[in-house]
């Protein structure tokens, strides 16, 4: 069974009434509801920005495979030996799916190496996350494009690295466009970012966007291989 941790700052849903009368529960756990909608099982837990160690200790994130990551306000009080233990990991193998506003992450940042800046725009209208690698697994099940009728814009250029593979490219009502779905690897760890996911609107409440992630959780799930060598050798 794979192990998914969901990480959510868990900070607007609680200072917010009308980001909590869209998650009254937190983002996490709406993700977590999700990944529960499927035909494969998962053991979920959850963590947040106020625990201990942020939820994320050594223990939490050895037992790992995927880790989901949420954050928004907040990305500056993420210690940065948690973030130590995130790079660490996914150098190893564990799968990392970013998502929304995370792209500003101290993870996500440290492991693209670049800003990973953006524009923006909060009332975005509608949005088209149109498929532009329709042969990938993350996209099994989903038609040509997934339409979220309310979200934020996100607007090149987007301050990433060159992706491994594009997935989704969003088109909004003002015309910007954004790579939506973009696939990295490092080490031996699969990551992906995905954009949608605004706090005030209930994008994961669509059934497009839940199947993108756990088509996404199977994808960056880790994968056997050779063991790596490093150093002298005699």
């Known amino acids: 069974m794979t192990d998914v941790t969901i990480w959510n700052e868990f900070r607007h849903e609680r200072e917010d009434d009308d980001v909590a009368a869209v998650y009254?529960?937190?983002?996490?756990?709406?993700?977590?509801?999700?990944?529960?909608?499927?035909?494969?099982?998962y053991d979920v837990r959850t963590a947040t920005l106020d625990e201990p160690d942020h939820g994320l200790p050594d223990e939490v994130l050895e037992e790992t495979d995927v880790l989901?990551?949420?954050?928004?306000?907040?990305?500056?009080?993420v210690a940065d030996e948690v973030v130590d233990r995130v790079q660490q990991r996914v150098?190893?193998?564990?799968?990392?799916?970013?998502?929304?506003?995370?792209?500003?992450?101290?993870p996500f940042k440290r492991l693209m190496g670049t800003s990973c800046d953006l524009q923006w725009r909060e009332d975005?209208?509608?949005?088209?996350?149109?498929?532009?690698?329709?042969?990938?697994?993350?996209?099994?099940?989903?038609?040509?494009?997934?339409?979220?009728p309310e979200t934020e814009m996100y607007g090149e250029p987007f301050d990433v690295p060159e992706p491994d593979r594009l997935i989704f490219t969003?088109?909004?009502?003002?015309?910007?466009?954004?790579?939506?779905?973009?696939?990295?690897?490092?080490?031996?760890?699969?990551?992906f970012y995905?954009?949608?996911g605004h706090e005030t609107y209930p994008i994961?409440?669509?059934?497009?966007v839940r199947?993108?992630?756990r088509n996404a959780v199977e994808w960056a799930s880790p994968t056997g291989g050779s063991p790596r060598t490093f150093g002298h050798r005699e």
């Open 24 to 41: 009254p529960d937190g983002i996490h756990e709406t993700i977590a509801d999700a990944l529960g909608d499927g035909d494969r099982e």
């Open 68 to 77: 989901l990551w949420w954050g928004h306000e907040a990305h500056d009080e």
């Open 91 to 106: 150098l190893e193998g564990m799968g990392l799916l970013v998502l929304h506003s995370g792209h500003f992450s101290k």
């Open 124 to 148: 975005g209208g509608t949005e088209r996350l149109w498929v532009v690698d329709p042969g990938h697994p993350i996209v099994d099940g989903i038609d040509e494009y997934i339409e979220l």
């Open 170 to 191: 969003s088109w909004f009502e003002g015309g910007e466009v954004f790579r939506s779905g973009c696939c990295y690897r490092r080490g031996n760890g699969r990551i």
């Open 194 to 196: 995905f954009r949608p």
């Open 204 to 208: 994961y409440e669509n059934e497009d």
């Open 211 to 213: 199947q993108v992630l």
